[in-house]
């Protein structure tokens, strides 16, 4: 069985409209997992195609049932994960670290693993803006999810540091919702009230190709100091106790992909293409596999910074102590941070 495709808002009502078996029913040798669109899901797309859970649950001895969704937003994906729709759903770190904070004593939602460091570069085609200082009221950012998405709480970290904490929120006011492909169409354009986009993989070296006025002026790793996780998989704790043999396979399937990528980025790239069906050039998803600045690892880098951020901020209101308290135990055996 294949999940449909959620829309934002809508994940609670589809998942009783399609009768899906909740979490409470469901066992051992069976698994939904969700992802979203673009590059940063590569180590999913080789799980995947490699049927890789499948392969490590029969070295356990079990079979496993694999469904997978596409759902883009995090607030459809959070909705169908405490709905009881999905088992593991992924997202950037602060709406993992969201739900973890509203789940604590419930659901006692928390990440599984990492699934890369990439950076998201905010980028202009207004030549005088090059700094945050230079934004106006006559900007317009363009972000996936304004205000409560990943790129729009990156911005608000290094908003408060700018202007200081009371004033964290201030560009949300020229912020607005607005997927990838339609921001990066705006800003090669021109012409536009669009002029600014923060903007993930590929999209930001497709703009910055296309267009000699498209500028970075900051990214993801100058706010968090350094190569930081971008998307990570989360569940819930009653799936993690419930399910051991599947989560020990989907976990081991994980860190297989993870060293795959590394080993042969070629076919990594290969399989990115036949997976997500894209139409991008195989030059260009290779470079971008290839990218240095890219690291497609289970392990998490500098989340630690967002939970402390969004803290101060009072977006999480439960502090953490390290990066382990929002991170299932088996992610341990990994570096993480």
């Known amino acids: 069985m294949r999940l449909p495709h959620f829309r934002r808002g809508l994940a609670l009502f589809a998942a009783a409209a399609i009768g899906l078996v909740p979490l409470a029913s469901r066992a051992e040798g069976k698994i939904s997992i969700a992802q979203q669109f673009g590059i ?3 180590i999913l797309d080789v799980v995947r195609d490699q049927q890789l859970i499948e392969k490590q649950g029969k070295q356990q001895g079990i079979d496993i049932q694999v469904d997978w969704a596409s759902i883009s937003g995090s607030t459809g994906m959070n909705e169908a994960l405490l709905a009881g729709a ?4 992924s997202a950037g770190v602060p709406p993992m670290l969201t739900l973890w904070d509203r789940t604590r004593g419930k659901q006692n939602v928390k990440a599984v693993a990492a699934l890369g460091s990439l950076p998201n570069y905010l980028l202009s085609n207004n030549p005088k803006v090059k700094t945050l200082k230079d934004l106006s009221d006559k900007d ?9 998405g990943f ?8 908003t408060a540091r700018v202007f200081g904490k009371d004033d964290f929120k201030r560009f949300d006011t020229i912020s607005v919702s607005l997927p990838h492909p339609e921001a990066t169409a705006a ?4 012409g536009s009230e669009i002029n600014t986009h923060f903007s993930s993989a590929p999209f930001y070296y ?4 296309a267009n000699k006025n498209v500028h970075k002026l900051i990214s993801s790793y100058d706010i968090l100091g350094g190569p930081a996780t971008f998307n990570v998989l989360y569940t819930t704790q009653k799936f993690h106790d419930e399910n051991p043999k599947t989560y020990k396979a989907f976990y081991a399937a994980l860190v297989e992909a993870a060293q795959l990528v590394k080993a042969d980025k070629a076919r990594a790239a290969e399989i990115f293409i036949r997976v ?5 050039a195989p030059e260009l998803v290779r470079s971008i596999v290839e990218d240095p600045e890219n690291d497609f690892t289970v392990s998490p880098h500098r989340t630690f910074v967002y939970a402390e951020e969004l803290q101060k901020l009072g977006v999480v209101k439960n502090k953490a102590a390290s990066w382990k308290d929002y991170f299932f135990e088996e992610a341990y055996a990994q570096p993480g941070s």
């Open 276 to 280: 997500q069906k894209s139409k991008l």
């Open 187 to 190: 800003l090669i354009a021109g």
């Open 86 to 89: 999905l088992d593991v759903v």
């Open 151 to 158: 790129q729009s709480r990156t911005l608000q970290i290094e």
């Open 140 to 148: 317009r950012i363009a972000v996936p999810a304004a205000g409560v």
């Open 40 to 42: 940063g899901y590569l």
């Open 206 to 209: 497709q703009a910055l190709a």
